[in-house]
């Protein structure tokens, strides 16, 4: 069975940090990318980032220069660091794995919240 756990999420003031963790498990085949999503209240869910299995990585713009995404496919483990948080960055966080030839899993979700 194929797991996703998230976490790393919390209450955190404007300017401050928090840094995600995702640990895939029960996965057979190969890892191509992972990502994080997140879903603020009231808004559709978005790509916060992704990296694929060479390392290359993609930023929605609003995050461009604070985030950082990471992996590492030996440990089937992604992060994102969150430095200078803001308020709108307060959303439930996803990890979705992409693996396989078509497969796409999600983790539970982590909230972080940000008070100006």
């Known amino acids: 069975q194929v797991k996703l756990v998230e976490s790393g999420g919390g209450s955190v003031q404007a300017g401050g940090s928090l840094r995600l963790s995702c640990v895939a498990s029960?996965?057979?085949?190969?890892?191509?990318?992972m990502g994080w999503y997140r879903r603020a209240p009231g808004k559709q869910r978005e790509l916060v980032a992704n990296?694929?299995?060479?390392?290359?990585?993609n930023y929605t713009d609003s995050v461009k220069g604070r985030f950082t995404i990471s992996r590492d496919s030996a440990k089937n483990t992604v992060w994102l660091q969150m430095n200078s948080l803001k308020s709108e960055d307060t959303a439930v966080y996803y990890c979705?794995?992409?693996?396989?030839?078509?497969?796409?899993?999600w983790g539970q979700g982590t909230q972080v919240t940000v008070s100006s």
């Open positions: 979705n794995v992409r693996w396989g030839p078509y497969y796409s899993t």
């Open positions: 029960g996965i057979t085949s190969s890892i191509n990318r």
């Open positions: 990296i694929s299995s060479d390392g290359t990585a």
